[in-house]
Structure formats: C-alpha cells, structure tokens
C-alpha cells in the first residue's frame, strides 16, 4: 500500500472525518502541510487553508504566506490568512506558547463564524516524527502516564476539534511523497536552529539515539501504541481508586490524608488528583511533605490551594469569584475588578515621572493589546523597573515585606504573556518610559470601595 493508499485508510480506519465534512488545514507551506494539502486535494476533501504569520522571519514571513496563497489557487480553495505582531526578542517559551495560543484561538473563530457552511475541525500536518519528539518532551517534563500517549489522530484541542490525519507517516516518508509527485514547498531555515525545546530533541537527541539504536523511532512508536492501550487499564483502575478516596463538598474536593498514606501508589494518586487543578509535577514532593505538615499548611497552583486540615487535604479554589481573570481590549477606557478598577489612557505628551504606585506610566510602543489582568500565580517572575534581571514574584513580595494576605490580593496585568504591571507596586523594566518613548498608556488605581 503507497503513502496516499495508508492516507486514505488511516483516515477510515480512525473514523477522522467524512467526504461530506467541511474542514480546516493548518497550512504553513513547509513540506508537511503541503503533502498534507495535495493528500486532501487528491482524495476529494471539502477544506479551505488557514495561514498564520507571526512575522518571525522578516520577508521569509511574507514569502511564505504568498506561497500559501498560491496553494489555494493550485487546489482550488479558499485561504485564509492572518498577521501576528510577536517580538522577536521574545522568551522561548513566550514565543512558542504564545504562538500556539494565537493560532489556535484564530482557527477557533473560523470555526465559530462558519456557521453557513459549518467546519467540522482544524486538520493539522503532525507526523509520526513529531509523535516521537512529543512524547520525550513529555516523559522529560514529568506528565504522566497520559503524556507518553502523545499526540492523537483526533482530540478537543484550544480551537475545538483537532484532526492529525498524518500520524501514521514518518518524515522520510512524507518527503518522499512530496518528492514523487513533484511538489514544491518552503524551507524554514529556523527549524535548523535548537533553541527551541523541539527543535533541540528533533536535531539532537534523536539523531544521538539512532547512533546507538537504529530502530529508536520504531520503537517509539510501538511504544506509543503500547501506551495508549496500557492507559486504557490505568485510568479505569485509577478512577476506581480515586473514587473510593475523594469527596466532593460543593466546589471542594476533601482527601483523607491517612488513607492516602496508606496506599501503595500514593504519590501516583496524588499527581493524577492535583494535576487537572493546575499544580505542576514539580509539587508533587511538596504535597507529600504537606501530608505531614502541621494543620493550616497549604500549597497553592495558579487557581486552587491544598491545604492540611487536620486529617483532610482540602483542594479548593483559590477565590470563589469566577472573575479571578478579564482581558483589558485597547479601545476600553476602565476595567473593574475585585473590589478596584483601573482608569486607561492614552498619553501623547510625556508627564514627569509619578512616583504614586497606584500609577503606572508605561511605553505604549511596547505594549500589545489586548492585555490580561488576573491574580497572580505561582512561578510568575518580571523585571522590577530599574532591574536588568528577572525576579520571581514570590521573592518579590518576601523582600517587599507582604503577609499572606496581602499576596492573595495581588492582580497583575500582561501584555503577550509578559507582565507589565504587578498593579499597584511596581511595572516591568522592559515597559518603562525612555528617551524614545513617544506614547504613553497610563493605568491608574482606583479602589471602588
């Protein structure tokens, strides 16, 4: 069976979507999403192509939404195609997060505006290659059973339904498919470069595995498949075992703490209940260290809090406020939140400097809308003005002398995933007045009380 025949037989086989199905493909003109484009083409699909440019790559951007938009004249669809302002100086994790999140919630209003002709899903060019880098990424980051799965030909994803109808392929061999039927494509010279997670275990690690294990890749493969059975039988033993060990009281989950300690996979148990409430692998060691803690201990995620109650663990939001997060839009004059608002303004002649923490004087060219304001949260780090250096928020608040009370008040306020304001104490040396600032967004508290 050739590669176009597999195509079409994984597609049937994993029930992904039917000839009727009105679908989405992530296009970025390299060599997946092109043979993903022509596959599709070939086999008689309904889809139109979405293109992002992050404007990364100055012209080679460009080009490559060009490109794009000639596939959609070869093949006869529509194409659809946005700019994103991303900063090129940009953390790793700011670009490739922030990137995926942009993406995604565009596909996501596609999806949402398809309403005439409804689209059933967002068709991505992931291959097995890419499975494989998955899930040592995961099994390095501490997932889980769950992430050694990786990637599957269909799940809910940010955007809604995410369809991978190239999973079953290996590089190589989607190369060579292009190669045979003659199709061109675009080379993103970044991709050579392993400053990025990925692109580090994709040029790294698995070439330095295969010098040592031929068969690395196949062997992760059947170890993926192997995987997704075996988490088939962990989580109807794990449900059944949580079960018996968790009570739900209204929006609280209550965790006997001496049944816990006595299970023989209680750390199992502990990362598989803590994990969806947004604590991290790297709690873990803590919450077993809280199982004998003293009564009011507690360890706190982004959104809940543990906390040692005398024979319980009680998991519990962290504010029973639904509104611990709101987006700030550029055309907006207020915002209100907690008991506070913030007045925004735009600012062409610069001020002198106020030295009023309830003030903040930032550079607007810096800035991108729109902005989110939210409580704060564990490992949130900024670079207090007059800082070159990060600092994470926690310290921050230790050296600035803060009562745990005072901490489970502070709201912060960021711009592309970065913080540009700890509102009301300090704003981030990376969005300060210069020399070179020619406009200014001035926020300024307000209590509503």
């Known amino acids: 069976m050739d590669f176009f025949q597999t195509f079409q037989a994984y597609i049937t086989n994993h029930n992904l979507f039917q000839k009727n199905d009105r679908l989405l493909l992530a296009v970025s003109g390299g060599v ?114 769950n992430g050694l799965q990786g990637m599957r030909p269909q799940e809910g994803g940010i955007g809604g339904i995410v369809i991978r109808p190239l999973l079953f392929a290996k590089k190589e061999e989607v190369v060579a498919y292009a190669t045979a039927n003659n199709l061109v494509w675009r080379e993103d010279q970044s991709n050579q470069s392993s400053k990025y997670s990925r692109n580090f275990i994709r040029n790294e690690i698995v070439p330095l595995l295969k010098t040592k294990y031929s068969s690395v890749e196949d062997n992760m493969l059947n170890n993926i498949q192997r995987f997704n059975q075996v988490s088939v039988i962990y989580n109807q033993a794990l449900q059944k075992e949580i079960a018996s060990l968790v009570e739900k009281r209204n929006n ?148 600035s002398k803060l009562s745990k009370i005072e901490k489970e008040k502070v709201w912060v306020i960021e711009s592309n995933q970065r913080i540009i304001w700890v509102v009301g104490m300090r704003i981030d040396n990376r969005f300060r007045l210069t020399e070179r600032t020619s406009k200014i967004l001035k926020l300024t508290l307000i209590s509503s009380k």
Not at 298 to 316: G, K
Not at 339 to 346: L, R, T, V
Request: charged fraction near 25%.
């Open 32 to 145: 997946d999403s092109v043979v993903l484009c022509d596959c599709m083409h070939k086999a008689g699909y309904d889809f139109v192509i979405g293109h992002c440019n992050f404007q990364l790559r100055g012209d080679e951007s460009f080009k490559d939404e060009i490109f794009v938009k000639e596939l959609g004249i070869r093949y006869r669809v529509e194409v659809k195609t946005i700019r994103f302002d991303i900063e090129k100086d940009a953390a790793e994790k700011n670009i490739q997060v922030s990137a995926r999140h942009l993406r995604y919630k565009w596909f996501e209003e596609i999806i949402q505006q398809s309403n005439d002709n409804p689209i059933k899903g967002v068709v991505t060019a992931h291959h097995a290659n890419d499975n494989i880098e998955t899930v040592i990424m995961n099994f390095i980051k501490g997932t889980g059973i």
């Open 252 to 399: 609280e989950i209550f965790i006997p703490i001496l049944k816990l300690l006595k299970s023989k996979v209680s750390e199992t148990l502990i990362h598989e209940i803590i994990t969806p409430f947004n604590f991290t692998a790297h709690q873990i060691q803590e919450v077993i260290k809280l199982l004998n803690a003293g009564s009011g201990k507690f360890i706190d995620s982004s959104s809940h809090r543990i906390l040692n109650n005398r024979n319980w663990l009680i998991i519990s939001p962290l504010n029973n406020s639904t509104n611990n997060q709101s987006v700030i839009e550029k055309h907006q004059q207020e915002i209100f939140f907690d008991n506070h608002k913030i007045n925004i303004e735009f600012l062409d002649v610069k001020p002198t400097i106020d030295v009023d923490l309830s003030i903040a004087l930032l550079d607007s060219k810096a800035i991108h809308f729109p902005l989110i304001i939210r409580k704060w949260k564990t490992g949130d780090y900024f670079y207090p003005l007059g800082m070159s250096k990060k600092k994470k928020l926690s310290r921050f608040f230790i050296d």
